[in-house]
């Protein structure tokens, strides 16, 4: 559906995308995951044709950018990072003027708000200006302006910035129901959570380049001792610790005063035999917890960063 | 297509606009009344400023002189409006209507006035006044005075012509003439001259008529509240700029070009249709007559809005900021509407500031409208309709090409 080959955008003499490349099957949901700056936006802006890119080729559908933007863009639904309405008409009003900058003629384009409103669950509030609209409901109209044309491929730049927890599982829903009708979307974020429910695939951006891609299982795999094992026990026992690094699988064990963290490539060996150990040994276990690797540990390891530095 | 879709959604944001409907379409309405009435008869046409009066006449004079004198005078087309003649079988008559308040002034026109007048004698009109009207009062003894002193000189020196052709040792051609019906003849034309209306005419108006001060001000309030399209549409460009709408345009199929040009028919579409509401709602209003041929005024009013519609994508390509938008549409619009005459008739001002306004659009439109108020012909009008339109296309396409490229 889409391949990006080798993009490159520099603004003056900063490279701000250094060669970005990856692909995205009809009907996948996938994601694009960096912290602020990485370069996300830019080579959304690119791939929609809205900036140049200095190098580099998209094509969507076997379209390419270069050669035919008016038919990608054709094909292509965008939901800006802001909110790109007319804050001064209604919902409505919005969403049948974008059906006709997406080439709908007057009936079909009635016919498509109808439609979109209910998708976005604003029927009963669509005569309403925008600018009287709550933040969450603004983004999804945002996002409604964007399915008009029933686009082939929706590109999502950061569509839940700045909105309540109600509004942004609403979006969540429509946008994993939109894909399991078999619309294939590019969600860009810099919330691991959001990325990791929505997408089947991830590439990871930071400084310019796609530093990882794959499942959230196979980037998770790349972490060696990425799930970590939390015992808290009544005593502290430094015998313990020794003897708790000898199971097998276990990477490395620390100790913080009661605290027993153990560092693991198999948490389900690991986590039997250290509750064993300790029991063995006399001491009591207050409380156990397990905690998976995610992306944000992997993107701790690939760059030295967290998402939100 | 899509050129129309995006002007449409741009008129219906500013239909939308309760402000900035009252600003565009109520405010200079209100203006034109207010500074239309309160100036009236500062131009050059001051039957306006006129009260209306009734005038109580006993015309006791059989000739031709008197008659003229209530006909083509006091009735004559400028004044009819404003004067009312009320008739009556005596002089008594008259001055019980007077008395009782019924008639402003009472004009008594004697027996034999005409033939008095006719052989140079001494006659009197009588002008009964109501006390507490001197103003009225005044303003007819003096056009019945004016009227019978014209007349009378006109009379007295034919009088004396006459004599001297008559006498023997004059020159032998003249001898042949009938000097009494000549005499006769001569009084009677000029009789008529001295009370047509063009006596009254003191200002030679550009075209063949001179226009009320609410006409002046409904062109110099048409041309002011247009000038702010200017300002506006370029504000709607910026706006769409700073607010990502454009940035989505630009994601939808749909060319750079159409959507600029989008923009300016939208500025263009909505100040057309502010120059025709509000040339509709002062003629309804006001009565404000924008030339026989209302067409003039209107081909004047369009070349102005393909200037104003023009200029507007020249602002916005070249200032960035809304807040510099603003501080032009506050400041830049009243120093050009002051300068191009809106606020007081560009008249009044020095030569070469009258020549400096011709730099500015509102300059040309005004005088446009003006003129086609005043009766032009379309070839006086080709010059500021030409000047419009190339003050439109130039800034249309500087602003074109710069907003393509940014």
Redesign the interface.
């Known amino acids: 559906m889409l391949k990006v080959d080798n993009l490159k955008k520099s603004f003056g003499n900063r490279e701000v995308v250094r060669g970005v490349t990856f692909s995205v099957n009809k009907g996948e949901s996938f994601g694009l995951l960096g912290p602020n700056g990485a370069g996300k936006s830019t080579t959304i802006s690119m791939i929609?044709?809205?900036i140049e890119s200095s190098s580099g080729d998209v094509t969507v559908g076997g379209v390419s950018i270069n050669k035919n933007p008016?038919?990608v863009?054709?094909k292509?639904g965008?939901v800006?990072q802001?909110?790109?309405?007319?804050?001064?008409?209604s919902a409505r009003?919005n969403l049948y003027?974008?059906g006709?900058?997406?080439?709908l003629s007057r009936v079909e384009a009635k016919k498509r708000t109808e439609e979109v409103l209910e998708i976005v669950g604003l029927q009963d509030r669509a005569k309403e200006k925008i600018e009287n609209y709550s933040g969450g409901m603004k983004r999804r109209i945002n996002i409604g302006?964007a399915l008009m044309h029933k686009p082939e491929l929706l590109i999502m730049d950061e569509p839940t910035v700045g909105i309540d927890p109600q509004s942004r599982n609403h979006i969540l829903e429509t946008v994993k129901k939109l894909n399991q009708e078999g619309m294939t979307v590019i969600y860009t974020s810099h919330y691991m959570e959001e990325v990791e429910y929505l997408c089947e695939r991830i590439a990871i951006v930071d400084q310019g380049l796609v530093i990882a891609s794959g499942t959230k299982a196979e980037l998770c795999n790349r972490l060696v001792g990425a799930t970590s094992i939390q015992i808290k026990v009544n005593v502290s026992s430094p015998e313990l610790i020794d003897t708790l690094g000898t199971i097998q699988n276990v990477q490395s064990v620390k100790a913080d005063g009661e605290l027993i963290t153990i560092y693991t490539s198999d948490a389900r060996q690991a986590l039997g035999d250290a509750v064993a150990l300790v029991v063995q040994s006399g001491l009591q276990v207050l409380s156990v917890d397990v905690q998976e690797p995610n992306l944000e540990s992997v993107f701790l390891q690939l760059t030295g960063r967290t998402l939100r530095d | 297509m899509?050129v129309w879709?995006?002007a449409w959604?741009d008129i219906?944001?500013r239909l939308?606009?309760r402000k900035g409907m009252a600003l565009f379409l109520f405010l200079p309405i209100l203006l034109t009344a207010i500074l239309g009435t309160a100036l009236n008869g500062v131009l050059t046409d001051d039957t306006n400023s006129m009260p209306k009066m009734t005038i109580a006449v006993y015309n006791a004079d059989a000739g031709e002189i008197g008659t003229r004198l209530i006909e083509d005078v006091l009735q004559n087309e400028r004044l009819a409006s404003n004067i009312t003649i009320h008739s009556f079988t005596s002089k008594e008559k008259v001055e019980l209507q007077v008395i009782e308040g019924k008639n402003d002034v009472g004009l008594i026109i004697p027996q034999d006035f005409s033939q008095k007048i006719g052989a140079a004698e001494s006659t009197q009109l009588e002008v009964l006044q109501d006390q507490g009207k001197p103003l009225i009062s005044q303003f007819v003894r003096s056009i019945v005075t004016s009227y019978a002193n014209r007349v009378g000189a006109v009379a007295k020196a034919s009088k004396e012509v006459t004599t001297q052709l008559a006498n023997p040792k004059q020159t032998a051609a003249a001898v042949s003439v009938n000097f009494e019906s000549l005499a006769a003849e001569v009084i009677g034309q000029l009789g008529e001259a001295a009370g047509s209306e063009d006596s009254f005419v003191v200002d030679q108006p550009i075209g063949k008529k001179a226009v009320s001060s609410m006409q002046y001000y409904a062109a110099a309030m048409l041309a002011m509240f247009l000038l702010y399209n200017a300002t506006v549409g370029a504000k709607m460009i910026i706006n769409e700029r700073s607010?990502?709408?454009l940035?989505?345009?630009?994601?939808?199929?749909?060319?750079k070009t159409s959507i600029l040009l989008g923009k300016y028919v939208g500025t263009l579409a909505f100040s057309i249709l502010q120059l025709l509401i509000f040339m509709g709602a002062t003629n309804a209003a006001f009565g404000v007559n924008w030339g026989e041929n209302v067409l003039q005024s209107i081909v004047i009013g369009l070349t102005y809005a393909i200037a104003v519609s023009g200029l507007s994508m020249m602002i916005a390509a070249m200032i960035a900021n809304e807040q510099a938008v603003e501080t032009i549409s506050g400041l830049g619009v009243q120093i050009l509407a002051a300068l191009g005459g809106s606020m007081v008739p560009i008249t009044v001002f020095p030569d070469f500031m009258q020549k400096i306004a011709h730099i500015t659009p509102n300059t040309w439109a005004l005088n446009g409208f003006i003129d086609s108020m005043s009766g032009t012909t379309w070839q006086a009008l080709l010059l500021p309709s030409v000047v419009l339109l190339a003050i439109g296309t130039v800034t249309l396409l500087i602003g074109t090409l710069r907003l393509r490229y940014q």
């Open positions: 929609c044709g809205l008016m038919e863009k054709r292509i965008v800006p802001d909110i790109a309405l007319y804050p001064t008409i009003e003027f974008w006709r900058m997406y080439g302006a | 899509k879709i995006i959604k219906k944001i939308k606009d607010t990502e709408t940035a989505r345009l630009m994601n939808t199929p749909t060319s």
